[in-house]
């Protein structure tokens, strides 16, 4: 897009390197006919990400929000035209663009950053609720892998009508690189196919033990809990380690303890087994005085070695900040549910560009996604120097 951003917050700016974004917009297939091709596609999709970036979201929003700014624009571009493109230029790039070939894009624009860390990928699935036809219950459904240390969507791919996520995530997992990456995800993709695979590929997982797994919730959930002691003898302490904490939020207090034991790997017949956990929830509300309890059982390839408890505790919590720091910004801040494009392939795109929107401003210094598009609608030069 440029060759740097460069954003403020109240108590610093910070430099968020975007080189080659533009390069990477090169190397998609422009979908027209070479012939009367009047913008180049990396123009095209750099106004989409300005106007989103500018807080616009709807094609006619956008494409007037691009003209508002044109002048400017032309020139920042280096644009060789007396006027930027019309509505329905965009409209025709994003009903032909190929959205596999997108998301790949993005994905590997924002692997490009060296890490010492470990990636940890989530996955986790939504439906494009515009995309549903009226009278029916099903629309266009999107799988996703996301770095929650990073903000960003490594992959995203679509679900066909007649599978479902489970049966998706090989496929999606398949074009991303997991070594040393650590899986996580809900209960449906706590399947042995699914562990070997990442195992495989040199990645690790950590995922919960519900009610699809009866038997081997009810094991995990039985060496936790204390051995009977007939009378006048000691309890058997079987080796454990330990974690929790404390957080005080919105009204509440939320409690957290991790239990994490390896005497189960031997016995629980699962590919690469490390440890079983126990996480228990207690969350105290201030206003009423009342007191929830939650509990959740899980498996993971880590070992003790690998990970300390302090830190699967960190990740078994960090898995649902796809819910609230993607998805949850996705229908809210960029309005994606309420959508009034009725072309499906075009949502489809734009809810990859909101993708690569969001990965690009969680790189900067603002907390909140509204707060940053209101300050580059008003200042869009600094999200685009030439």
């Not at 990477?24 to 750099?46: C, E, H, M, S, V």
């Not at 059982?297 to 990970?307: A, E, F, M, R």
């Not at 990859?352 to 996604?369: A, E, H, P």
Request: hydrophobic share 35%.
């Amino acid at each position: 897009m440029s060759n740097t951003i460069a954003t403020q917050s109240n108590t610093q700016q910070n430099f968020v390197s975007l080189t080659g974004l533009r390069a990477y917009f090169d190397t998609l297939t422009d979908p027209r006919n070479a012939k009367g091709k009047r913008y180049q596609l990396n123009n095209l999709l750099t106004l989409l990400i300005l106007a989103k970036l500018g807080g616009e979201d709807q094609m006619k929003g956008m494409a007037e929000w691009i003209r508002l700014r044109e002048g400017t624009l032309l020139k920042l571009l280096d644009i060789p035209r007396e006027r930027l493109p019309h509505q329905t230029t965009y409209e025709r790039v994003l009903a032909g663009l190929d959205e596999a070939a997108l998301d790949a894009m993005i994905g590997t624009f924002f692997s490009a950053t060296e890490t010492d860390e470990p990636w940890q990928i989530v996955l986790d699935g939504k439906v494009l609720r515009g995309t549903i036809p009226p009278g029916e219950t099903q629309g266009t459904h999107l799988l996703a892998a996301y770095v929650p240390e990073r903000g960003v969507v490594l992959m995203q791919v679509e679900v066909d009508g007649k599978a479902n996520e489970k049966s998706t995530a090989p496929r999606l997992l398949e074009a991303i690189d997991l070594q040393g990456c650590v899986v996580t995800g809900d209960a449906m993709f706590t399947q042995r196919d699914l562990c070997e695979q990442i195992v495989e590929a040199g990645g690790d997982y950590i995922f919960p033990v519900k009610d699809n797994h009866p038997n081997m919730r009810q094991t995990i959930a039985d060496v936790f809990m204390p051995a009977p002691v007939s009378a006048g003898h000691s309890p058997v302490q079987l080796p454990e380690t330990c974690a929790q904490t404390v957080d005080h939020a919105r009204g509440r207090t939320e409690y957290r303890y991790l239990t994490a034991s390896s005497q189960l790997n031997d016995y629980l017949d699962w590919p690469h087994l490390g440890q079983v956990f126990r996480v228990q929830r207690v969350v105290h509300h201030h206003q009423t005085g009342k007191l929830t309890y939650e509990v959740l059982l899980g498996i993971t390839s880590l070992t003790t070695d690998q990970i300390t408890p302090d830190d699967l505790l960190h990740r078994v919590r960090q898995h649902w900040h796809i819910e609230n720091r993607l998805h949850y910004v996705r229908d809210v801040t960029f309005r994606e549910d309420a959508c009034t494009i009725r072309h499906t392939k075009r949502q489809r795109l734009l809810a990859s560009l909101n993708n690569l929107v969001i990965g690009l401003v969680r790189q900067t210094d603002f907390r909140y996604l509204p707060e940053a598009r209101r300050y580059f609608s008003a200042n869009y030069r600094e999200a685009l120097q030439l």
